[in-house]
């Protein structure tokens, strides 16, 4: 049977309706099908390729599916089986992850690890993020969680190390979060891949950033003014 049978029977009997009744705890019921089917037969990765939502529940076997691809795929299921409308919610900045959430795929730990340790498993470095919100509530097939809010995923957000005006250079492969004692920084690793994802990133400590960064990056990244503030010289 295709995909969207099966999802209909992977957990709990789904009725397909045509209003929706107890559509609150059949949305719930229906989303731990989805994503209980989804680990079972279902990759991750962070670029979309040629596969569509609807080629991954009309098919069978294993797929491949971006963060958007997996949202609509629930989006469609929750539309054409319990006739509930779920609206798209986009996350368009960087953030970390908050510690817990789970990709789908098992196989896939995230793309951002301590310092010189090779293993990427502190959670996901995201520019971008798209789950769906259905009667209030924030579904999130990607990382296997429901939300009460629409910033549910956020760790913290991270932004660019740049000089002090608008027209300062940055250094793109820097970012940082927190402020004073609570600095710290997330490092681009060139040329670097992970199961899933096509960039990694390391947290950085403040009294280690001269040492991964050259010179002129390093002079960009003091006059910074949350750098600055934090006593980097």
């Known amino acids: ?3 969207k049978t099966d999802i209909l029977t992977f957990k709990h009997d789904i009725p397909a309706l045509k209003t929706p009744t107890n559509g609150g705890a059949l949305v719930d019921k229906l989303f731990e099908n ?3 089917y989804a680990g079972v037969h279902w990759k991750y990765a962070a ?6 939502a609807e080629d991954a529940l009309d098919g069978t076997g294993t797929k491949t599916l971006a963060c958007a691809t997996i949202r609509k795929a629930l989006q ?17 900045e960087y953030f970390v992850t908050r510690p817990g959430l789970k990709c789908f795929d098992p196989t896939v730990t995230g793309n951002l690890g301590n310092r010189g340790r090779g293993v990427f498993d502190l959670g996901c470095h995201f520019s971008t993020h798209y789950f769906l919100n259905c009667n209030g509530k924030f ?17 913290y ?43 990694v990133w390391e947290v950085v400590k403040p009294s280690e950033l001269k040492s991964v960064l050259s010179a002129n990056d390093y002079k960009i990244a003091i006059t910074d003014p949350v750098v600055k503030a934090a006593g980097l010289k």
């Not at 469609?76 to 368009?92: C, S």
């Not at 027209?167 to 670097?192: D, E, M, Q």
């Open 1 to 3: 049977m295709a995909a």
């Open 34 to 36: 989805f994503i209980g």
């Open 47 to 52: 670029q979309q390729g040629a596969q569509t």
């Open 76 to 92: 469609i299921m929750l539309r054409d089986t319990l006739n509930v409308p779920a609206t798209n919610t986009d996350i368009n």
């Open 139 to 155: 579904y999130d097939p990607c990382l296997t969680s429901v939300y009460a809010t629409a910033d549910g995923p956020i760790m």
């Open 157 to 199: 957000k991270t932004f660019v190390v740049k000089g002090p005006l608008p027209a300062s250079p940055s250094v793109p492969s820097l970012r940082k979060a927190g402020t004073a004692t609570s600095l710290v920084f997330f490092c681009l690793i060139p040329g670097r891949a992970v199961q899933g994802f096509g960039s």
